[in-house]
């Protein structure tokens, strides 16, 4: 990284995100500091979701970095995570499904989960690294790096060269959806030129473009729509 950057290593934490949460408010952590759990017990994903990780075999890190809240951030740390997994995988199908999930031949392998902590942004990053087995009801819809490349993955030093793609995809962009960043992410969101399925009631439409604001612009027969968070859903992709 190129900011000296505090790694704190905890054994076992309900989850990453909201220890650092609680650290920030209590005015106990610094800005630049990664935290890695061995396990969670109440690992949090977006949409008020859980997310189930493996001890030893699933990597659950969080980072806590000072900087203006921005919508599209979120967006910024999927293409720092797909630059980290990139230099693992080296292929093609390697995609990020917007907002900010990375995918697999339509698996995931990644999820991020960013959050605002006074003026702190929390970047919780989950990935499928060592596992070989899931849970029934995901074992369709995700992979992992060891299922994809045979190898195992030491979770300590994956972590950091994450955390470091991550923030120096932000520093190089400076935490902003700049139109390098924009046309990079353009290239490899999952999403665009499918049909899609978003909203409550679902509505329908192609989807067309990312908005300088990190929003998926649809085009449904009612005109086009700026969608801006929930889910989106992409035929054929879990
Ligand atoms: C998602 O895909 O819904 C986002 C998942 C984010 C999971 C990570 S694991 C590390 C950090 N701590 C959490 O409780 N959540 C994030």
Not at 14 to 39: F, M, Q
Not at 198 to 207: D, E, N, R, T, V
């Amino acid at each position: 990284m190129s900011k000296a950057f505090d790694f704190i290593v905890l054994e076992n934490i309900d989850s990453t995100n909201s220890y650092l949460k609680r650290k920030i408010k209590a005015g106990e952590i610094a800005a630049d500091t990664a935290v890695l759990a061995k396990s969670q017990t109440n690992g949090r994903g977006r949409l008020q979701r859980n997310w189930e990780a493996e001890k030893g075999k699933s990597l659950t890190v969080s980072i806590a970095l000072k900087c203006p809240p921005n919508p599209s951030l979120t967006l910024l740390c999927a293409l720092g995570v797909f630059e980290a997994l990139d230099d693992i995988l080296g292929d093609k199908n390697l995609r990020i499904k917007w907002p900010n999930d990375l995918v697999h031949k339509g698996k995931k392998l990644c999820g991020i989960l960013c959050e605002r902590a006074s003026d702190f942004t929390v970047i919780g990053i989950g990935i499928n690294a060592n596992n070989r087995i899931f849970p029934e009801e995901i074992k369709e819809k995700a992979t992992s790096l060891t299922l994809l490349t045979g190898r195992e993955y030491d979770i300590e030093s994956l972590s950091k060269s994450v955390c470091e793609k991550v923030v120096n995809t932000l520093e190089k962009h400076r935490f902003a959806l700049d139109e390098n960043a924009r046309d990079k992410y353009k290239s490899l969101c999952i999403n665009l030129g499918k049909e899609v399925h978003f909203g409550s009631p679902l509505k329908k439409g192609i989807a067309e473009d990312i908005s300088p604001l990190g929003e998926l612009v649809v085009a449904t027969e009612s005109g086009y729509e700026n969608v801006s968070f929930g889910d989106v859903f992409v035929s054929g992709i879990y």
